[in-house]
T-cell receptor, first 115, second 114 residues
Framework: AQSVTQLDSQVPVFEEAPVELRCNYS??????LFWYVQYPNQGLQLLLK??????LVKGINGFEAEFNKSQTSFHLRKPSVHISDTAEYFC?????????????FGKGTTLSVSS | GAGVSQSPSNKVTEKGKDVELRCDPI?????LYWYRQSLGQGLEFLIY????????KSGLPSDRFSAERTGGSVSTLTIQRTQQEDSAVYLC????????????FGQGTRLTVV
């Protein structure tokens, strides 16, 4: 069965510092990988996705993520964060399974950016 | 509609009562997902529909939970004999396809069982 592990439940950083939110997945088949963001009191929206091709994918708001198949990881990075990046970030994996398909999320990482 | 619509936005119910949560997906989206979001638990997968059929029901936590989708559109999640541990935000998402496309989320229904 697929699973997603987000290694940090909370990440506090100062404004303009770099940040990395870690995500590992387990799946015995090919996967598609996603990062979603949930700003305070808002719904989830897609940040970026990896389907195939280049392992470095760029998303909205200056975020990027790198797919590493050997380490089964899909870490999210931003070189310089802003206060407005404060939100909860979810890593998700999608793949076919015996039942058809599934989109499974991790438990989320709360990014808190302070000045 | 322009986005995924869920109703009601908030629901307070007494323990033991049944509740129905509704999801209107984006028109034309064939895939529909239900999740439960609790503090510190992330998004717990409940059920997935492709069209009107539900190939993956593995996430439903107990037989008190059921869901249906009619006309390849509206979906209803029903919780029978609600318990306090059912209190959570229930999120619905839809996507144009089942696997490699973005899922669009509704604002959720906040269920409180008292």
């Amino acid at each position: 069965a697929q699973s997603v592990t987000q290694l940090d439940s909370q990440v506090p950083v100062f404004e303009e510092a770099p940040v990395e939110l870690r995500c590992n997945y387990s799946s015995s088949v090919s996967v598609y990988l996603f990062w979603y963001v949930q700003y305070p009191n808002q719904g989830l929206q897609l940040l970026l996705k990896y389907l195939s091709g280049s392992t470095l994918v760029k998303g909205i708001n200056g975020f990027e993520a790198e797919f590493n198949k050997s380490q089964t990881s899909f870490h999210l990075r931003k070189p310089s964060v802003h206060i407005s990046d404060t939100a909860e970030y979810f890593c998700a994996v999608s793949s076919y399974n015996q039942a058809g398909t599934a989109l499974i999320f991790g438990k989320g990482t709360t990014l808190s950016v302070s000045s | 509609g322009a986005g995924v619509s869920q109703s009601p936005s908030n629901k307070v119910t007494e323990k033991g009562k049944d509740v129905e949560l509704r999801c209107d997906p984006i028109s034309g989206h064939t895939a529909l997902y239900w999740y439960r979001q609790s503090l510190g638990q992330g998004l717990e997968f409940l059920i997935y529909f492709q069209g009107n059929s539900a190939p993956d029901k593995s996430g439903l936590p107990s037989d008190r939970f059921s869901a249906e989708r009619t006309g390849g559109s509206v979906s209803t999640l029903t919780i029978q004999r609600t318990q306090q541990e059912d209190s959570a935000v229930y999120l619905c998402a839809s996507s144009p396809g089942p696997l490699d496309t973005e899922a669009f989320f509704g604002q959720g229904t906040r269920l409180t069982v008292v």
